[in-house]
Structure formats: structure tokens, C-alpha cells
């Protein structure tokens, strides 16, 4: 083990134990570190970012709040990731969930097994919203300005055979939605696959869950979103798809 890191850390959460911050001659002796080692590792970690220097007292900077929400962005992530596992089985499909973020669509964590394998991505989801559920199923929760903006920089493509083939006929679609119903569509993202989605209330972010199967198996689809809209219902209060998404 090395020790100076082992020091440096100690000097941490030393610093991290007052939230008005303490001088080095307490941070030393709370880690049990002789002055001179204490004042060493404190530049150090001043000039790193990781503990400031205010009115003569140390405490905690940027770089560390930078760890601290990585963890805990790393932990929700494990969450999400985890109430997928669990629709996943419920519903025997994969699972995705993704939002609408700064003009462009996110996929946030997908759930899939051997048994319930998920679509491949060959083309990039972001552009190709118009031609797969789960970018219908956003672009319908946005206003008309924003869509706009996004067929400005995602134009409307055929992706295959049956995909919208333009703008207006989107425009259509997207406008006769309804919330109470699911989004789905048939081959026209990728071949030999239909897909269904379904909005998630997450403040004011568009979010939506979706499920994908093989067109053998399109006459399930239907149960299977329904299925998948009852575990959600049953599961909001647990799943954390609202937090820092």
C-alpha cells in the first residue's frame, strides 16, 4: 500500500468533517500525521483541486465534490440499471429507458438477457428518433418549436422499407398520439423487429421505457407494454428515473 495516499485521503476526510473548514494543525493531528507531512500533502491537494484555502482554513474543493458525485451518479445508474433487470423479467423482453436531453436523445441504461437479446443499434439512436419507438414516443412529449429544431438537424431518412418517408407524415403521427396509448412501430428501425414505448413522468424531462421483440413474436407486443406499464406503476415509488437524469 502507498502510504502518501493513504495520508492524503486521511487529510480528506479529515477536511470533509468540517463543513466551515479547519486549519492544517487540526487536520494533522485528526489524521494522526506530523506537521510537516500534513502541510506537504495540503499543497498537494490544494494545487490538485481537491481541498481550497479559505481565511486560513482547509476545505474540500471542486476535484472532490467532482468524486463524491460520481459515486453517487455511479450508484443511481446501478439502480436504474437494477429496476430494469427486474421489468425485464416480469415483462420476458429487454428493456430501455432513455430521455430527451439538451436537444438530443439519451439512452440511459438497457436491460437484456440471452432469452430476451436487444435490438442492435446500427444506426445511432439520436439520429434516427423518427424511425424507432422510443424516439416517437419523446419526440410526441416535446412542443412543436422544439421537434422543429431536432428535424433541422435530424432530417427525416428512410432507415428501412417502412419507415416514415417524410416530415409531414411524422408530423401526423406524432400529433395523433395519445398519452394513455403506447408508441409502437413495425420494422421501421430495424428489420425482423417491432418496438413499443411508453412515457415516463420525470418532472420536465421527456423519458420513456420501451420494449423490443422479434416479428415472430409481434402478437405479444402489446401484452408485453401493457404488462410493462402495470410494473412501472407498481414500481414508481422505487425506481430512481427521475433523479439527476
Same mark, same amino acid.
Given at each position: 500500500m502507498i502510504g502518501s495516499v493513504r495520508r492524503a485521503l486521511r487529510l480528506l476526510e479529515a477536511a470533509g468533517s468540517h463543513d466551515g473548514g479547519a486549519p492544517a494543525k487540526q487536520l494533522a493531528r485528526e489524521a494522526g500525521l506530523?506537521?510537516?507531512?500534513?502541510?506537504? !500533502? %495540503?499543497?498537494? &491537494?490544494t494545487h490538485e483541486g481537491y481541498l481550497r484555502r479559505e481565511a486560513g482554513v482547509f476545505v474540500l474543493g471542486a476535484a472532490a465534490g467532482r468524486l463524491v458525485g460520481g459515486g453517487l451518479q455511479q450508484k443511481?445508474?446501478?439502480?436504474?440499471?437494477?429496476?430494469?433487470a427486474r421489468l425485464r423479467d416480469a415483462v420476458g423482453a429487454p428493456v430501455y429507458f432513455a430521455v430527451y436531453r439538451e436537444g438530443e436523445i439519451e439512452v440511459l441504461g438497457v436491460s437484456a438477457s440471452e432469452a430476451a437479446?436487444?435490438?442492435?443499434?446500427?444506426?445511432d439512436f439520436r439520429e434516427t428518433a423518427h424511425a424507432h419507438a422510443v424516439g416517437q414516443? !419523446? %419526440?410526441?412529449? &416535446?412542443?412543436?418549436?422544439?421537434?422543429?429544431?431536432?428535424?433541422e438537424r435530424h432530417p427525416v431518412e428512410a432507415v428501412t422499407p417502412y419507415t416514415v418517408r417524410d416530415l409531414r407524415s411524422l408530423e401526423r403521427r406524432i400529433c395523433s398520439l395519445e398519452r394513455t396509448r403506447p408508441v409502437t412501430e413495425r420494422q421501421e428501425y430495424a428489420l425482423g423487429t417491432v418496438c413499443a414505448?411508453?412515457?415516463?413522468?420525470?418532472?420536465?424531462?421527456?423519458a420513456t421505457l420501451a420494449i423490443s421483440l422479434p416479428l415472430h413474436q409481434e402478437d405479444r407486443l402489446l401484452t408485453a407494454i401493457d404488462q410493462l406499464r402495470i410494473?412501472?406503476?407498481? !414500481? %414508481?415509488?422505487? &425506481?430512481?428515473?427521475?433523479i439527476s437524469i
Open positions: 506530523p506537521l510537516s507531512t500534513a502541510y506537504h !500533502l %495540503l499543497r498537494t &491537494l443511481r445508474r446501478g439502480m436504474i440499471l437494477d429496476s430494469l437479446p436487444a435490438c442492435e443499434e446500427w444506426a414516443c !419523446l %419526440l410526441g412529449q &416535446l412542443d412543436e418549436k422544439t421537434r422543429r429544431d431536432h428535424y414505448a411508453i412515457p415516463v413522468a420525470t418532472g420536465d424531462t421527456a410494473e412501472v406503476d407498481t !414500481l %414508481l415509488n422505487t &425506481l430512481p428515473l427521475s
